[in-house]
C-alpha cells in the first residue's frame, strides 16, 4: 500500500479565511502508563507556500529511529510548535477524554506564551471529536478533521513533535523503573510490559483507573 504524503492544500485553503492554522494531535491515548501528551503546531501563510519537510509523515509511519530528526525538520518548518501534557494521575481523576482536552489546552497556552493568537486561528483537531472546547478554549474555532495527521502536514508536524517529546520522557522513566521496559514499549500494552505488571505491580505512572488487565496487547 502506497504511503499518502500529507500536504499543505487544506492549510492554504484555510488560511484565506484564518490568520493561522493551529494543528493538534494526540499521542499515548491508548498507554497503559505515563502521560498523555497533546501537540501543536502553527503555519502561517508564509509557511503554508514552502515545500513539506522531506519524509514528515503521521508518527506512526515514521520508523522509530527517524522520528527525531524529522520532528526536528518539523519544528524548524513550522511557525512555532509546543507540547502539552496531562499526568496518569490526571488521567485517572478526570479520564482519557477530559485529560487530553486539558493536554491540549496547555499546548495552546504555551503558544499564546510565545506570541500566537489562538483566536485569530483555525484549529484543526486529528480525530471526530473536539475535546478542545469543553476543556475551557471556548474561543477558538476547533475543526476535527479524521485522519488529519496523515492528510495535512501541519498535523503531522504536531504528531511527530508529540510522539518524540513522549518517547524521550518515557525512556527517561524507564531509567528509573526499568523493569516495565519502556525504553522498548513507551507505557503500551506489549507482553513484556503486561508480564512486568503482573510481577512487580503498577507503578505511580500506571493508569491505575484502566482495566489493565482487560486491554488488548498491541505488541
Not at 503558544?111 to 475551557?136: C, F, K, M, Q, W
Not at 524507564?174 to 513484556?192: I, T
Request: proline residues 5%; charged residues 25%; contains cysteine.
Amino acid at each position: 500500500m502506497a504511503v499518502i504524503e500529507p500536504t499543505l492544500t487544506l492549510e492554504r485553503r484555510l488560511l484565506k479565511e484564518h490568520a493561522i492554522v493551529i494543528a493538534c494531535d494526540e499521542v499515548g491515548r491508548g498507554a497503559l502508563a505515563g502521560p498523555v501528551a497533546v501537540g501543536a503546531a502553527v503555519v502561517d501563510p508564509a509557511r503554508s507556500r514552502k515545500r513539506v519537510p522531506m519524509g514528515l509523515r503521521d508518527s506512526k509511519l515514521v520508523p522509530e529511529a527517524r522520528r527525531p530528526e524529522v520532528a526536528a525538520r518539523a519544528a524548524a518548518f513550522v511557525q512555532h510548535s509546543a507540547v502539552g501534557w496531562a499526568s496518569s494521575v490526571e488521567v485517572d481523576e478526570i479520564g482519557i477524554i477530559r485529560a487530553l482536552g486539558l493536554a491540549a489546552v496547555r499546548a495552546i497556552a504555551d503558544l499564546r506564551a510565545h506570541g500566537v493568537v489562538p483566536e485569530e486561528a483555525l484549529v484543526i483537531l486529528d480525530g471526530n471529536h473536539d475535546y478542545i472546547t469543553p476543556a475551557g478554549e471556548s474561543g477558538l474555532t476547533v475543526r476535527p478533521i479524521i485522519k488529519a495527521d496523515r492528510d495535512c502536514a501541519s498535523a503531522a508536524a504536531a504528531s511527530v513533535i508529540a510522539k518524540v517529546a513522549r518517547d524521550t520522557l518515557m525512556v527517561g522513566l524507564h531509567d528509573d523503573l526499568p523493569a516495565y521496559g519502556w525504553a522498548r514499549n513507551k507505557g503500551y500494552a506489549s507482553l513484556d510490559h503486561r508480564d512486568a505488571i503482573a510481577a512487580h505491580g503498577m507503578s505511580e505512572h500506571h493508569r491505575h483507573s484502566w482495566a489493565i488487565a482487560a486491554a488488548p496487547t498491541l505488541f
